[in-house]
C-alpha cells in the first residue's frame, strides 16, 4: 500500500449548511488532495473513489470497467444479476440488446418533434399554478407533472394512472423509505408494468412500448426496460427543474440575464446540468488489474465515480463553483460519459429548455415563499439529489 495516497472512510451524508447546491465538503477536499482516493465500502469492502473530472470519463469509457450489478463489491453479501431489460446495470453485449433498439426513439431530431406538445403540456401546468397562486410548491404543481405526464405519453402509460405511478418512483427513489416500503413500490410498479407490456402487446397504440412489442423482446425485458425509462425519465428531469429554478432564484443575476436575453436558455440548461450535477455518482468494477491516476485498481475491486465533484473540477472548469450561463460548453459529465450515456439526454434538454423559459417568462417576480435554509432538499442517500418541495410566491397580475 501507498501510505502517501489520500483516504476518504466514507460517503458524506451531509452538505454544508448554505451550501445546498455544493457537492459535500469531504468530496471536494478529496479532490484537492487528489482525484482519486481510497475508499470503503459500507459494506466493508476495500475499494476507491475517483473525483477528478479526466479520471471519471476515462474510466467511464474503459471497457476495463463493468457496471453488471453483479460484479459490485460494495456489500457483504452477493447481489444478484440486474432483472432483463434493466441495462443501465448491464455490459455489451446484453447492454447493446436492450438499448439499440431504443436509440432511434430519443434522436434530436424526434425530440424537436415533442417540442410543441411539452410546450402544450408545459403552458397547461402554468395555468393550473396561476390560478391556484399567487403561491405554490413548484415540486408538486410544475417540476413533477411535466416530465411524468411527458415519459408517461412516449411510453403509452394511460393518463389515470400516473398519478400512483409518480407516487411509486417517488418511494424507491426518494432515499427515506425504509427496505419495505422501497421493495413494495418497485414490486408494485413491477407489476403494473407488466400488466401494461400484456396490454400493448395485445392493442398496440401508439407509443414506444407498442412499437417494441413488435421486436424480439420478451414481455420480461420489456418490463425492465420501461422501468428503467420510467424511472430515469421522470425523476432525474423533475429534480433538475425543481433545484434548478431554486439555483436561479438564488443566483438573481443569472436569472435576470436569463430573462434579458431568452437566447442564453441553451447555454443555461448545459451550465445548471454541470453546476447541480443530480446524478450524483456511479459505480464501476474492474475486471482485470487497470492502473488509474497512477494507482493499481486490482481486478473485482469497484470505485466510486463521483460526477458531482468531477464537474467542480478546477483542472477542467474556470471558477467551477461559479454558476455562469454564459460559461462556454465544455463537457459536462451530468449525463455521464461512454456506452452508458444517458438515452434521454435530448428529451431532458427539451423539457429543460421549454419548461425553464416559459416558467420565467409567466411569473417575472417569482421568488422563494420561504428562507432558503427552509427549503427542503434530498438527502445524500437518494441516488438522485435535488428539492423535496420549493414554496414560491409570485405578484399576481
Given at each position: 500500500m501507498n501510505e502517501s495516497v489520500h483516504t476518504v472512510e466514507a460517503m458524506p451524508t451531509e452538505r454544508r449548511p448554505g451550501c445546498p447546491f455544493d457537492p459535500p465538503a469531504e468530496l471536494i477536499d478529496a479532490q484537492r488532495h487528489s482525484p482519486i482516493s481510497r475508499f470503503?465500502?459500507?459494506?466493508?469492502?476495500?475499494?476507491?473513489?475517483?473525483?477528478?473530472?479526466?479520471?471519471?470519463?476515462?474510466?467511464?469509457?474503459?471497457?476495463?470497467?463493468?457496471?453488471?450489478?453483479?460484479?459490485?463489491?460494495?456489500?457483504?453479501?452477493?447481489?444478484?444479476?440486474?432483472?432483463?431489460?434493466?441495462?443501465?446495470?448491464?455490459?455489451?453485449?446484453?447492454?447493446?440488446?436492450?438499448?439499440?433498439?431504443?436509440?432511434?426513439?430519443?434522436?434530436?431530431?424526434?425530440?424537436?418533434?415533442?417540442?410543441?406538445?411539452?410546450?402544450?403540456?408545459?403552458?397547461?401546468r402554468l395555468d393550473a399554478m396561476e390560478q391556484a397562486g399567487p403561491s405554490a410548491d413548484l415540486v408538486t404543481a410544475f417540476a413533477k407533472p411535466i416530465p411524468t405526464m411527458v415519459i408517461c405519453e412516449i411510453l403509452g402509460v394511460p393518463y389515470g394512472d400516473r398519478a400512483h405511478f409518480q407516487e411509486q418512483i417517488d418511494t424507491f427513489m426518494g432515499g427515506e423509505a425504509s427496505d419495505e416500503e422501497v421493495m413494495a413500490a418497485y414490486t408494485a410498479t413491477q407489476g403494473y408494468l407488466a400488466r401494461l407490456v400484456a396490454t400493448k402487446r395485445a392493442h398496440p397504440t401508439d407509443d414506444v412500448l407498442s412499437e417494441l412489442t413488435g421486436s424480439d423482446l420478451t414481455d420480461e425485458e420489456l418490463?425492465?426496460?420501461?422501468?428503467?425509462?420510467?424511472?430515469?425519465?421522470?425523476?432525474?428531469?423533475?429534480?433538475?427543474?425543481?433545484?434548478?429554478?431554486?439555483?436561479?432564484?438564488?443566483?438573481?443575476?443569472?436569472?435576470?440575464?436569463l430573462r434579458a436575453e431568452p437566447a442564453l436558455i441553451d447555454g443555461a440548461v448545459e451550465e445548471l446540468l454541470r453546476y447541480l450535477s443530480v446524478a450524483k455518482t456511479f459505480n464501476r468494477t474492474a475486471l482485470e488489474d487497470v492502473e488509474v491516476g497512477g494507482q493499481t485498481i486490482e481486478a473485482s475491486t469497484t470505485v466510486v465515480l463521483?460526477?458531482?465533484?468531477?464537474?467542480?473540477?478546477?483542472?477542467?472548469?474556470?471558477?467551477?463553483?461559479?454558476?455562469?450561463?454564459?460559461?462556454?460548453?465544455?463537457?459536462?459529465?451530468?449525463?455521464?460519459h461512454g456506452i452508458h450515456q444517458c438515452l434521454g439526454q435530448q428529451l431532458a434538454r427539451t423539457e429543460m429548455r421549454v419548461a425553464f423559459r416559459a416558467l420565467i417568462e409567466r411569473f417575472p417576480t417569482l421568488r422563494l415563499a420561504v428562507p432558503a435554509d427552509e427549503v427542503r432538499l434530498r438527502p445524500e442517500s437518494a441516488d438522485i439529489y435535488g428539492v423535496k418541495s420549493l414554496p414560491v410566491t409570485w405578484d399576481a397580475a
Amino acid at each position: 500500500m501507498n501510505e502517501s495516497v489520500h483516504t476518504v472512510e466514507a460517503m458524506p451524508t451531509e452538505r454544508r449548511p448554505g451550501c445546498p447546491f455544493d457537492p459535500p465538503a469531504e468530496l471536494i477536499d478529496a479532490q484537492r488532495h487528489s482525484p482519486i482516493s481510497r475508499f470503503t465500502h459500507p459494506g466493508g469492502k476495500p475499494g476507491w473513489l475517483i473525483t477528478g473530472y479526466d479520471l471519471v470519463r476515462s474510466v467511464l469509457a474503459d471497457p476495463r470497467f463493468s457496471s453488471r450489478r453483479e460484479l459490485m463489491s460494495v456489500v457483504d453479501f452477493e447481489l444478484p444479476p440486474a432483472p432483463p431489460g434493466e441495462f443501465l446495470l448491464m455490459d455489451d453485449p446484453q447492454h447493446s440488446r436492450y438499448r439499440k433498439p431504443l436509440v432511434g426513439r430519443f434522436t434530436v431530431r424526434r425530440m424537436r418533434m415533442l417540442t410543441e406538445r411539452i410546450e402544450q403540456i408545459t403552458a397547461d401546468r402554468l395555468d393550473a399554478m396561476e390560478q391556484a397562486g399567487p403561491s405554490a410548491d413548484l415540486v408538486t404543481a410544475f417540476a413533477k407533472p411535466i416530465p411524468t405526464m411527458v415519459i408517461c405519453e412516449i411510453l403509452g402509460v394511460p393518463y389515470g394512472d400516473r398519478a400512483h405511478f409518480q407516487e411509486q418512483i417517488d418511494t424507491f427513489m426518494g432515499g427515506e423509505a425504509s427496505d419495505e416500503e422501497v421493495m413494495a413500490a418497485y414490486t408494485a410498479t413491477q407489476g403494473y408494468l407488466a400488466r401494461l407490456v400484456a396490454t400493448k402487446r395485445a392493442h398496440p397504440t401508439d407509443d414506444v412500448l407498442s412499437e417494441l412489442t413488435g421486436s424480439d423482446l420478451t414481455d420480461e425485458e420489456l418490463k425492465g426496460i420501461s422501468l428503467l425509462l420510467l424511472a430515469a425519465g421522470f425523476d432525474t428531469t423533475a429534480n433538475m427543474l425543481s433545484l434548478g429554478t431554486f439555483a436561479l432564484l438564488q443566483h438573481p443575476e443569472q436569472l435576470a440575464a436569463l430573462r434579458a436575453e431568452p437566447a442564453l436558455i441553451d447555454g443555461a440548461v448545459e451550465e445548471l446540468l454541470r453546476y447541480l450535477s443530480v446524478a450524483k455518482t456511479f459505480n464501476r468494477t474492474a475486471l482485470e488489474d487497470v492502473e488509474v491516476g497512477g494507482q493499481t485498481i486490482e481486478a473485482s475491486t469497484t470505485v466510486v465515480l463521483s460526477l458531482n465533484t468531477a464537474n467542480r473540477d478546477p483542472a477542467r472548469f474556470t471558477a467551477p463553483g461559479t454558476l455562469d450561463i454564459r460559461r462556454p460548453h465544455e463537457g459536462h459529465l451530468a449525463f455521464s460519459h461512454g456506452i452508458h450515456q444517458c438515452l434521454g439526454q435530448q428529451l431532458a434538454r427539451t423539457e429543460m429548455r421549454v419548461a425553464f423559459r416559459a416558467l420565467i417568462e409567466r411569473f417575472p417576480t417569482l421568488r422563494l415563499a420561504v428562507p432558503a435554509d427552509e427549503v427542503r432538499l434530498r438527502p445524500e442517500s437518494a441516488d438522485i439529489y435535488g428539492v423535496k418541495s420549493l414554496p414560491v410566491t409570485w405578484d399576481a397580475a
